[in-house]
């Protein structure tokens, strides 16, 4: 599995090629069609993190030791910067979630989308993934420690 | 006179900058409108050459800026036809004129079991401050519904207004849809049905002649910033009899008389109602802006208003795909729309991108977003500087965003 920078540096690479924000927006237009589809069972308003532009949901899972997200937004550009998340992060350890700082989404230019004045509910995405990923630590990790 | 807007686009400082290295075109007036030079000047000046505190020195400065301070508000006394300067009191803005209202008139008038009557069209800040007024006097808060063109519906805004009713509370023009409301019309219903009126005129300001005389309200509202002046100063304008049986606002000093450790007595109209060191560059930057405004003709500016809007509606219900909301027949310079199939977000992400800042998401007035069933909407607004050039602009870049979204 490749870590989370490693998986980061392969999205500053797709992007890289755009030099104009046209294609950026497009790629990441079509990023956002492409998310794999949240089951609709975890659509659910417990799961919904409401922006007041945009609304995010969020489900995360723990197997094996990994925490696997799924996610869905109303906006598509919001779509596209979640698939992004999604990848870098779905299928890493709590701790290796809990640690990063994203940094790819600076590198790429869509910074901007990642304010809090935006209001699109990606910055309590954000905080809603380490959540999962600090809540999984200490319900299966610390346990085990013991 | 002669309405030449290339003449006008020079004294907005602001209109020249880029974004993303294309040219800015602004059209979120209606959050707030940009200032010209004589705004930016005034205040300026007074913090150059005048500034002190006002009321209360006997020095030269102060009496400088306590004469200054006054004539603003003057002026503003003239520019909407109230019979004296003392009927203005100077706020921070709508929001702080409305909440004065809900908490002195609340306390003052309203008992449990009253009724306070607003319409689904209002911005949030003409709802929270009467739901919280209400909480706190065990009244009833009461909605008039609009119809699907964006208008209220007078039979159920009839129906609503009750003996029970005290105060109806309504904007002169809706921040979402444009709507003008039959304001003097309404205010005669209220009347009758023996209640007191405030109305909302943040978004009327600028765009219609207000005349509080005639249109024979108990409050009028507005923001200096959305009338070319700064940020951080408004107005309240109210009635002299119920103005003097209102109880004070907030407590401070300079809305005092009297003072000791047993008792205060308050000071007269304006000044009770205006505890603390005031805004005084801000209330100077709005006389300068209402200056402005008379240089430039109120009148012919309407009309360009009214033509830009006419221009524009066209311009933008010839797109495939485009919903319009408010379609009312009276209407100010704001075009609220979406795109069938596509969230307003990512329109307003793409607009931006192409240099057209438009506001997006449901406008403070979320009520609007369910009666339209959507998530929220985008939202031209028009001043007097922008052009014909710049709506097409507008058009050219939702139809670039439509073609990527779909």
């Given at each position: 599995?490749e870590?989370?920078?490693?998986k980061?540096?392969?999205?500053?690479?797709?992007?890289?090629i755009?030099?104009?924000?046209?294609?950026?927006?497009?790629y990441?237009?079509?990023?956002?069609?492409?998310?794999?589809?949240?089951?609709?069972?975890?659509?659910?308003?417990?799961n919904?993190?409401?922006g007041?532009?945009s609304?995010v949901w969020?489900?995360?899972?723990?197997?094996?030791g990994r925490?696997?997200?799924?996610a869905d937004?109303?906006?598509?550009?919001?779509?596209g910067?979640v698939?992004?998340?999604i990848?870098?992060?779905?299928?890493?350890?709590?701790?290796?979630?809990?640690?990063?700082?994203?940094?790819f989404i600076d590198k790429?230019?869509?910074?901007e989308?990642?304010?809090p004045?935006?209001?699109?509910?990606?910055?309590?995405?954000?905080?809603?993934?380490?959540?999962?990923?600090l809540?999984f630590?200490?319900k299966?990790?610390?346990k085990?420690?013991k | 006179?002669?309405?030449?807007?290339?003449?006008?686009?020079k004294?907005?400082?602001?209109?020249?900058?880029?974004?993303?290295?294309?040219?800015?075109?602004?059209?979120?007036n209606?959050?707030?409108n940009?200032?010209?030079?004589?705004?930016?000047?005034r205040?300026?000046?007074?913090?150059e050459n005048e500034?002190?505190?006002?009321?209360?020195?006997?020095h030269?400065l102060s009496?400088?800026?306590?004469?200054?301070?006054?004539?603003a508000r003057?002026?503003?006394?003239?520019f909407i036809?109230?019979?004296?300067?003392?009927?203005i009191i100077?706020t921070?803005?709508?929001?702080?004129?409305?909440?004065l209202?809900a908490?002195?008139f609340?306390?003052?008038f309203?008992?449990?079991g009253d009724e306070?009557?607003?319409t689904?069209?209002?911005?949030h800040s003409?709802?929270?401050?009467?739901?919280?007024m209400?909480?706190?006097?065990?009244?009833?808060?009461?909605?008039?519904?609009i119809?699907?063109?964006?208008?209220l519906?007078?039979d159920?805004?009839k129906?609503?207004l009750?003996?029970?009713?005290?105060l109806?509370a309504?904007?002169h023009?809706?921040?979402?849809l444009?709507t003008?409301?039959?304001?003097?019309q309404?205010?005669k219903l209220?009347?009758?049905?023996?209640?007191?009126?405030?109305i909302?005129g943040?978004?009327?300001?600028a765009h219609?002649?207000v005349?509080?005389q005639?249109?024979?309200?108990?409050?009028?509202?507005?923001?200096?910033?959305k009338i070319?002046?700064?940020?951080?100063?408004?107005?309240?304008y109210?009635?002299k009899?119920?103005l003097e049986?209102?109880?004070?606002?907030?407590g401070?000093g300079?809305?005092?008389?009297?003072v000791?450790?047993d008792?205060t007595t308050?000071?007269e109209?304006?000044?009770?109602f205006?505890?603390?060191?005031?805004n005084?560059a801000g209330?100077?930057?709005?006389?300068?802006?209402?200056?402005?405004?008379q240089?430039?003709g109120?009148?012919?500016?309407?009309?360009?208003?009214?033509?830009?809007?006419l221009?524009?509606?066209?311009?933008?219900?010839?797109i495939s795909?485009?919903?319009?909301?408010?379609n009312?027949?009276?209407?100010?310079?704001?075009?609220?729309?979406?795109?069938?199939g596509?969230?307003?977000?990512?329109?307003g992400?793409?607009?931006?991108?192409?240099?057209v800042?438009?506001?997006t998401?449901?406008?403070?007035?979320q009520p609007?977003?369910?009666?339209?069933?959507v998530?929220?909407?985008?939202?031209?607004?028009?001043?007097?500087?922008?052009?014909?050039?710049?709506?097409?602009?507008?058009?050219?870049?939702?139809l670039r965003?439509?073609?990527?979204?779909?």
């Amino acid at each position: 599995m490749e870590t989370i920078s490693e998986k980061e540096n392969k999205i500053v690479d797709e992007f890289e090629i755009y030099d104009d924000w046209l294609d950026k927006y497009n790629y990441l237009i079509e990023m956002g069609k492409d998310l794999p589809q949240i089951d609709e069972k975890h659509k659910v308003k417990q799961n919904l993190i409401s922006g007041c532009q945009s609304s995010v949901w969020l489900y995360g899972e723990y197997r094996d030791g990994r925490v696997y997200f799924s996610a869905d937004s109303d906006a598509v550009i919001t779509k596209g910067i979640v698939n992004l998340l999604i990848r870098v992060l779905s299928g890493q350890t709590p701790q290796a979630i809990i640690d990063t700082d994203l940094v790819f989404i600076d590198k790429i230019g869509l910074k901007e989308h990642l304010s809090p004045t935006r209001s699109n509910g990606l910055v309590s995405m954000i905080k809603q993934m380490k959540l999962y990923a600090l809540a999984f630590k200490t319900k299966y990790e610390l346990k085990s420690e013991k | 006179m002669n309405f030449d807007v290339e003449k006008i686009r020079k004294d907005f400082p602001l209109l020249q900058r880029t974004v993303y290295n294309k040219p800015l075109i602004y059209l979120d007036n209606a959050a707030t409108n940009q200032k010209p030079r004589q705004v930016l000047q005034r205040m300026a000046d007074y913090y150059e050459n005048e500034n002190s505190n006002i009321h209360r020195g006997t020095h030269k400065l102060s009496i400088q800026a306590t004469t200054a301070y006054e004539q603003a508000r003057q002026t503003v006394a003239q520019f909407i036809h109230a019979p004296a300067a003392e009927q203005i009191i100077f706020t921070k803005g709508t929001t702080e004129s409305i909440n004065l209202v809900a908490a002195t008139f609340g306390e003052r008038f309203v008992q449990n079991g009253d009724e306070i009557l607003i319409t689904h069209m209002e911005h949030h800040s003409n709802i929270v401050p009467w739901q919280l007024m209400c909480g706190r006097r065990g009244a009833t808060l009461r909605v008039a519904d609009i119809a699907e063109d964006g208008t209220l519906d007078m039979d159920d805004f009839k129906r609503k207004l009750t003996p029970k009713t005290k105060l109806v509370a309504f904007a002169h023009v809706s921040n979402t849809l444009g709507t003008i409301n039959p304001a003097q019309q309404l205010v005669k219903l209220a009347h009758d049905a023996g209640a007191r009126v405030l109305i909302d005129g943040a978004q009327a300001v600028a765009h219609l002649p207000v005349d509080v005389q005639a249109l024979d309200c108990d409050f009028y509202c507005f923001s200096a910033h959305k009338i070319y002046g700064p940020m951080g100063n408004g107005v309240l304008y109210g009635k002299k009899e119920i103005l003097e049986e209102l109880p004070p606002y907030q407590g401070g000093g300079e809305m005092i008389s009297e003072v000791t450790f047993d008792k205060t007595t308050f000071n007269e109209l304006p000044f009770r109602f205006e505890a603390g060191t005031p805004n005084v560059a801000g209330a100077l930057g709005l006389e300068a802006a209402l200056h402005y405004i008379q240089s430039v003709g109120a009148r012919a500016m309407h009309q360009y208003e009214n033509d830009l809007l006419l221009y524009a509606t066209e311009k933008l219900s010839a797109i495939s795909g485009l919903i319009i909301y408010g379609n009312s027949p009276e209407k100010t310079g704001v075009v609220t729309f979406n795109l069938a199939g596509i969230h307003s977000y990512d329109v307003g992400t793409l607009l931006d991108k192409f240099g057209v800042a438009v506001r997006t998401g449901h406008m403070c007035t979320q009520p609007l977003t369910v009666f339209y069933g959507v998530p929220g909407f985008i939202r031209a607004s028009f001043s007097m500087y922008n052009t014909r050039q710049e709506v097409d602009a507008l058009a050219d870049a939702i139809l670039r965003s439509r073609e990527m979204l779909l």
